[in-house]
């Protein structure tokens, strides 16, 4: 394929980032390549500001980034547009989840909480470089709060099965992902990575047909399909390869450099234009 790429947006986890969770430098060389040539470059995360900015500052990212799984646009400055959810009426739910065996944390803008310290927070904290503090949904402060988006983590089944038994009404008022293979994450209704990238391309000013997208979970596919080219890398969700425009043969971050020397080769010869 012949056409020039102006703008990568790439998913983290599993994706961009090695399975130890650290930039490789065939993808710092990469990326470095493509924005010397002209090139813009941003990433596209369930991640939050905080817990992403190692990876922000090793790639030097300037433009405006997707977090939260979409219902955040910010850059190292700045957030252009966020999206919150009330707690309140999601606490019955969410108590029921802690009770079940699932972790439950709680993303806002200054940090997280956690219902119950869990073997599988712990692996969260270490993997995303941060400290989940106590929230007790009991409490009015928490009670009364809001919040970017909630992570259960567990058994996608256990966590499927709870969520659908929840009142419709409910189930309607948020959107929903699976950001993992035991990640499932509840956002403000109407939001998405497919959807915050096409705010992010109004504000570049840059059309969809020059914009490859990479991910590797069931989270990045309205994205890849808004995107001109969508890439799945070769360790993504069976369902996710079949629906992308490309599949990498390389894993993680291999995929990623892959998709660049395949897709981006035509603005990297020809430099700055």
């Known amino acids: 394929m ?17 399975e130890e969770h650290r930039v490789t430098e065939s993808v710092l060389r990469a990326v470095n390549s493509f924005t010397a040539a002209g090139g813009l470059f941003t990433i596209a995360t369930g991640r939050t500001a905080i817990s992403a900015r190692q990876t922000i500052e090793q790639l030097n990212l300037t433009l405006p980034m997707i977090l939260c799984n979409g219902s955040v646009i910010a850059d ?10 009330a707690v309140k009426e999601l606490i019955p739910f969410l108590l029921e989840a802690d009770r079940q065996g699932l972790s439950v944390i709680l993303f806002q803008e200054t940090g997280m909480g ?17 400290h989940c503090r106590q929230a007790d949904l009991e409490s009015s402060a928490w009670v009364e709060s809001m919040v970017q988006k909630i992570l259960v983590i567990g058994s996608m089944g256990k966590i499927r099965s709870l969520w659908e038994n929840q009142p419709s009404e409910l189930q309607e008022a948020y959107s929903t992902v699976q950001s ?12 998405s990575k497919g959807r915050a990238l ?4 109004g504000l570049l ?9 990479i991910g590797n979970q069931m989270n990045d596919l309205d994205m890849l399909e808004y995107a001109g080219i969508g890439v799945a890398v070769a360790n993504s969700h069976p369902e996710l390869k079949s629906r992308a425009d490309y599949v990498c043969s390389g894993s993680c971050g291999d995929g990623v450099v892959e998709a660049i020397e395949t897709f981006c080769t035509k603005r990297m010869r020809s430099g700055k234009e």
């Open 114 to 130: 956690t219902v119950r310290r869990t073997e599988d927070v712990a692996r969260f904290e270490e993997r995303e470089n941060v």
């Open 180 to 191: 993992e293979d035991d990640f499932f994450e509840v956002l403000p209704a109407n939001q």
């Open 2 to 18: 012949d056409k020039t790429i102006k703008l990568i947006v790439s998913d983290l986890d599993g994706t961009l980032l090695s």
């Open 205 to 213: 000013g840059i059309d969809r047909s020059e914009v490859m997208a």
């Open 76 to 85: 190292r400055h700045k957030v252009w547009q966020q999206a919150t959810l």
């Open 198 to 201: 096409q705010t992010l391309l």
